[in-house]
Each structure stands twice: as structure tokens, then as C-alpha cells.
């Protein structure tokens, strides 16, 4: 059972900027698409961003183009999301997922993934 643990949540103002950062223990990254999504209080779990197992393919949410960044480090096992010009409504428990695929596809909907973490909150107080 792959464990994927997220780190770097926080409360930050808004316009300012965050990583997060997924690891997992025990097992290698590599073989993964790995994703980002959020949930906010009384809102269902919303795509935020993905890339395939080898980084070279990237999706985002149009609500987060533009001023997030997914990338990934297969040698640190570790995906990360970068966050700029946070706002608001970016307020959020932000979980890491992850989908065995050793493909270009991207992975976007929940259904899709296999694994996830317990999550790190975003505040961005408004």
C-alpha cells in the first residue's frame, strides 16, 4: 500500500506564495501519475493539478493556471505544488494522489487515482 504524506500547508496572505510537497514512504514515485486536489469546507474534492510519471505532461484547473506549478522529483521520490498569487478562495485541505501509469496520460478525476494522503491545510485569509 503506497502512503503518500503531504507537508508545507499553511496560512499565508493573500497574494503570497506556498509549496506543498508529497513524499512516500517505502515506495518509489516513478511508476505514478501523481495529482493535487482540494477540498474546502462544504464543497466537494476539486482537481487541481496533475502530472504524468515522468513530468513531462502537466494539467491544471483553469481556477489555478497560471499561478501554480506542478513539478516532480523522481530521485527525492516528491511531488510538489507551487503556489503563487494565493487567494481566498484557495482555502483548502490540499491532498496529493496518485495513479499507477507509465504513460503521457494525465489523470484528472478522483474516480482515476488509487492512493491518496490525509492532506495539509491552505489558509489564505481574506
Known amino acids: 500500500q503506497v502512503q503518500l504524506v503531504e507537508s508545507g500547508g499553511g496560512l499565508v496572505q493573500a497574494g503570497g506564495s506556498l509549496s506543498l510537497s508529497c513524499t512516500a514512504s517505502g515506495y518509489t514515485l516513478s511508476g505514478y501519475g501523481l495529482g493535487w486536489f482540494r477540498q474546502a469546507p462544504g464543497k466537494e474534492r476539486e482537481f487541481v493539478s496533475a502530472?504524468?510519471?515522468?513530468?513531462?505532461?502537466?494539467y491544471y484547473s483553469d481556477f489555478v493556471k497560471g499561478r501554480f506549478t506542478i513539478s516532480r522529483d523522481n530521485a527525492k521520490n516528491t511531488v510538489y505544488l507551487h503556489m503563487n498569487s494565493l487567494k481566498p478562495e484557495d482555502t483548502a485541505v490540499y491532498y496529493c494522489?496518485?495513479?499507477?501509469?507509465?504513460?503521457?496520460?494525465?489523470?484528472?478525476?478522483?474516480?482515476?487515482?488509487?492512493?491518496w494522503g490525509q492532506g495539509t491545510q491552505v489558509t489564505v485569509p481574506s
Open positions: 502530472i504524468n510519471w515522468s513530468g513531462q505532461k502537466t
Open positions: 494522489a496518485g495513479y499507477k501509469s507509465l504513460s503521457a496520460y494525465v489523470a484528472i478525476l478522483p474516480r482515476e487515482y488509487d492512493y
